[in-house]
């Protein structure tokens, strides 16, 4: 039997996504209507488990720019309402979100001395 691939892995993206097949019983469910091997119905579901993350990445990435436009917004508010205290607190995870904030590293020994090697590249 002939198989459409970009198909059948957009069925299996449904079966994950929406109906919650575990991959054995994706397998299964393959077999019984495609007549596949395992081994090729475990291929397909690794090319759906890529595009799904693929998906994904696309959707955290709008929702994360949407995010980040609310955030400017509630931060303009604060300051023309003269809410400097809460502006400043938005602009702080604002920094977080875009990495430009630097936590501080927290480091204890339990009273043993710490070393620290530092090896110079010689040029």
């Given at each position: 039997?002939?198989?459409?691939t970009h198909l ?101 020994s339990n009273g ?6 530092i090896k110079k590249?010689?040029?």
């Open positions: 039997m002939k198989v459409e059948v892995i957009d069925e299996i993206i449904d079966l994950r996504v929406n109906k919650g097949y575990s991959s054995p019983s994706m397998v299964k469910y393959l077999k019984e209507k495609y007549d596949l091997e395992q081994s090729r119905a475990y291929d397909l579901i690794k090319e759906a488990k890529i595009k799904l993350g693929e998906i994904y990445n696309k959707v955290n990435e709008n929702a994360l720019e949407e995010s980040i436009i609310i955030m400017e917004n509630m931060r303009q508010k604060e300051l023309q309402i003269g809410n400097t205290k809460l502006a400043l607190e938005i602009q702080k995870e604002l920094n977080k979100i875009n990495q430009l904030y630097i936590q501080k590293l927290d480091i204890t043993q001395p710490i070393i620290i090697n590249e010689e040029e």
